[in-house]
């Protein structure tokens, strides 16, 4: 595992003068090291030119590549990818497709690679009913099961999707709410077995919401306000080889700056560091958190809408001048 304090910060491409706003990137690290990301790109959020387009970055090297298109329905605006890597080293793309003029008309699909996301399988509709959106990473249960984390864009209920048996079918479970609303969940399992849900809150002013299970995600507790701050704006948690969490989120109750890196050393009930990797005028949003084989951390993000930007940082550099 990597020791002291590290930060790059490097664009994964460069802005696409044919797709000029970009958004929802997802990024995992595949089996043989690279790094896949992808992201909705187009005109404007919701037209009917957005696709999800993808890239890689070589393991060992410096530069992603460039972007290729990896989803494109005709005449139809895509959404919300979420890349996973399964106990069989299959890559699985989930994503929304949206059938009207709004995310209340998406639908849930998924598609599959065998080969590190060199080629695809064929595109299956994972829930029929619109507006179900994805936005965060699936986990791997200690029972094995795989836990897909959804959410209800109508009516801002968050909810999982669980399979038993790697991903042929699905189960639906849980059906939390909020007075503002909770969409966009994100999960991580404790130490206990038990598992920790937070969640992005509608409105301005609000904070994370968070609910907990204790049956493998079957079953949920009320939702409940944490002591972070959320402008109405995406989050993600990962657990970390360490067994601590680190948290990506806007450190703000509204706009979409700064975006911070927060770390706990208790599993989510405190949050003693936490610090910024963007602090300028603009949005820097929807970030996607993971840690490699080698115990580096990967944040991807919105930068103003340009482009997509990442950062490799460690443990250390969160807590170097991260305390609170």
Known sequence: ???????????????????PSCHGSTVTELPNGDLLAAWYAGSHEGARD?????????????AWSEPLVLVDTPNKSEGNPVLFVDGKRNVWLFFVTMYGAEWTTCRIKCKKSTNGGFTWGRTRVLRHRL???TRNKPI???NGDILLPVYDET???SMVMIS???GETWSTHGDIGAPQGVIQPTVVQLSNGSLLMYMRTGGTGGYIWKS??????RTWSSASPTSLRNPNSAIELVKLASGNIALAFNDTTRGRTPLNVALSLDEGATWPFNRALETGEG??????????ADGYIHILYTNRRVNIRHVKTTEAWIEEEGKR
């Open 1 to 19: 595992m990597v020791e002291g304090a590290l930060f790059q910060v490097k664009n994964v491409f460069e802005r696409d003068p044919d797709r």
């Open 50 to 62: 957005v696709a999800i387009l993808c890239s890689r970055l070589p393991r060992g090297e410096d």
């Open 131 to 133: 507006g179900w959106m």
């Open 140 to 142: 791997i249960l200690e």
């Open 155 to 157: 009516r801002w209920h």
């Open 164 to 166: 038993e048996d790697g």
């Open 212 to 217: 907990v299970s204790l049956d493998n995600g």
């Open 283 to 292: 949005e820097f949003s929807y970030p996607a958190i993971i840690q490699d």
